[in-house]
C-alpha cells in the first residue's frame, strides 16, 4: 500500500450529470475523509467517516452530494444534477482513529463542470 | 497540471537560504496543528505537526514554531532548495470536532 489513491484524477462533465469519485485509503487507517479544494484556497472539510459510519458533515455538503463508505474500506463521493460551482478539486485524506493524528491526503480528483 | 494558489501571498527566498512562512490560527481551542506542502496538481503532502503542549519541534530541515499566547504557527525551513518550491498550508485541529480547518496557503519561490 503505497498511500492514499483516487479515481479517477480528472472529470469533464456536463451541467446536471451526476458523478461518483472513489478514494481508497491506506488500508490500516480507520479514517477516511472528503475535502474540497478550489483554485487559491485551501482544502475545505466536507465528511468523514470512522470505518463504515459517517459522523461529521460539513454545511458546504449540499443535499446533491452523498459519501458512503459501506464495508468501512474504500468510499465514493457522488454529486448529483452537477452545477458549474461544484467545478473543485476533491481530496480525500485517511488517518488512524483519533484526532491528532496525521492526514495523509490523495492526489486528488479534478472536476470540471461546462 | 493544475496551478495551487495563483493569488496567495508569495514568499520569493534565494537558494540556500533560510524560509519563513507564517500563519495565524483561528481557535483557541485547537490542539493539533499540521503543516503541508502541495505542489501544482498535487494533493497536500504532510512536512510537519506540532501539538499544543508543545512550542517547537524540528524534522529535518523544517522547524515548526507554535505561539498560543498570540495564536501563531510558522514554518522555518533550512537551506531553501528549488524542490522546495510549492504552496504551504497551515491546518489546525480543533479539539471538539475532528476536522482539519486549513490556513490561507503561501506560495514559495526559490529562485538560484
Known amino acids: 500500500d503505497t498511500g492514499v489513491s483516487q479515481d479517477p484524477r480528472h472529470k469533464i462533465t456536463k451541467r446536471g450529470q451526476n458523478v461518483t469519485f472513489r478514494c481508497d485509503p491506506i488500508s490500516e487507517h480507520n479514517r477516511l475523509y472528503w475535502y474540497r479544494q478550489t483554485l487559491g484556497q485551501g482544502p475545505e472539510f466536507l465528511t468523514y467517516f470512522q470505518n463504515e459510519a459517517q459522523l461529521e458533515k460539513s454545511r458546504l455538503l449540499s443535499d446533491r452530494f452523498s459519501a458512503e463508505r459501506p464495508k468501512g474500506s474504500f468510499s465514493t463521493l457522488e454529486i448529483q444534477r452537477t452545477e458549474q460551482g461544484d467545478s473543485a478539486m476533491y481530496l480525500c485524506?485517511?488517518?488512524?482513529?483519533?484526532?491528532?493524528?496525521?492526514?495523509?491526503f490523495g492526489p486528488g480528483t479534478r472536476l470540471t463542470v461546462l | 497540471g493544475e496551478s495551487v494558489g495563483l493569488h496567495l501571498p508569495t514568499l520569493s527566498v534565494q537558494e540556500g537560504d533560510n524560509s519563513i512562512i507564517n500563519c495565524a490560527y483561528s481557535n483557541s481551542a485547537s490542539d493539533y496543528f499540521i503543516w503541508y506542502k502541495q505542489e501544482s496538481g498535487k494533493g497536500p503532502q504532510f512536512i510537519i505537526d506540532i501539538r499544543s503542549n508543545m512550542d517547537k519541534r524540528q524534522g529535518q530541515r523544517v522547524t515548526v514554531l507554535l505561539n498560543k499566547t498570540v495564536k501563531h504557527l510558522s514554518l522555518q525551513i533550512a537551506a531553501t532548495q528549488p524542490g522546495d518550491s510549492a504552496v504551504y498550508f497551515c491546518a489546525e485541529n480543533p479539539d471538539n470536532t475532528d476536522k482539519l480547518i486549513f490556513g490561507t496557503g503561501t506560495r514559495l519561490q526559490v529562485f538560484p
Open positions: 485524506a485517511s488517518s488512524l482513529a483519533a484526532s491528532g493524528t496525521v492526514r495523509v
